[in-house]
């Protein structure tokens, strides 16, 4: 029988994911379609991350649709994001794909019925070329930190500590883990609020980022592309903001590209 299994995070399906329905707790935007392409799944389900601008939290379902891959999105409004249990236990459907729509799935349908009926998916290979802009580093004229432009927090390596790091993920803690927030300590960090959601489970990093002193906030899914860190800082209007972010000058409504190039010269943010 096919398995249904949950994996928190896009960046780690577990082996026994091949051929199997995977419900995730990744956004559903263009790099978690190429992993789950990678992965060799028979079916995903992502949260929809509030959808965002040019839907762009749900294109990973036109992505694998197009080589037959079934996937769907469960509504932010219903599970919080980063926790695939959550979303197997309480996620509702909000939108299928073509080839997930031939086995049953449709929005309103509960998240668990919906992999149920994936397992009689077809299993294909999909083959989604990578980003070729997935990891950027910005080094501004005077500057006294790197802007580190990753798609997915995931990118993060040690040299990238003490510096702003700029991400295309949620907002949301992965498996409701404050450990991973961001895997170094970094002077700022930046993600999608993915729509907030259920519980503010979109913007969950911010305290547990507080408790580490790194400054962090979120843009609105509605003002940049999840999944993509150029349009983060290129696009990203600020929606939240943690203590320490504050404390330098971030707030909502200020645009990231802003904030982000003024921290990096270690200038005063103007509002």
């Not at 083959?127 to 990118?155: F, Q």
Request: glycine share 12%; proline share 6%; hydrophobic share 45%.
């Amino acid at each position: 029988m096919t398995l249904i299994i949950e994996a928190p995070t896009a960046t780690k399906f577990p082996p026994e994911a091949r051929g199997s329905v995977v419900v995730c707790g990744s956004h559903g935007g263009r790099y978690p379609a190429y992993l789950a392409a990678q992965a060799g799944l028979r079916a995903v389900i992502f949260n929809d991350a509030g959808v965002g601008l040019d839907n762009a939290g749900i294109a990973s379902l036109a992505l694998l649709g197009q080589g037959g891959m079934a996937a769907a999105t469960v509504s932010h409004a219903t599970a919080r994001i980063g926790d695939s249990a959550d979303m197997l236990a309480r996620g509702v459907i909000s939108h299928a794909n073509e080839p997930a729509g031939r086995v049953g799935v449709e929005p309103g349908m509960p998240c668990r019925l919906a992999a149920e009926r994936l397992r009689e998916a077809d299993l294909v290979h999909v083959k989604i070329p990578p980003s070729e802009e997935s990891r950027t580093v910005r080094e501004l004229p005077g500057a006294v930190r790197r802007l580190v432009l990753i798609d997915s927090a995931a990118m993060v390596e040690p040299a990238d500590a003490g510096h702003i790091i700029v991400t295309g993920s949620h907002g949301g803690l992965v498996g409701g883990n404050p450990a991973l927030a961001l895997r170094v300590d970094g002077f700022a960090a930046v993600f999608n609020d993915a729509g907030i959601g259920i519980e503010e489970a979109g913007i969950a990093r911010l305290p547990a980022l507080d408790q580490r002193n790194i400054a962090a906030f979120t843009v609105a899914a509605s003002s940049a592309h999840i999944g993509e860190a150029i349009s983060t800082f290129e696009d990203g209007l600020i929606s939240a903001v943690n203590a320490s972010a504050a404390k330098l000058g971030a707030a909502p409504g200020l645009r990231a590209k802003d904030v982000l190039t003024a921290w990096a010269l270690g200038s005063p943010v103007r509002q």
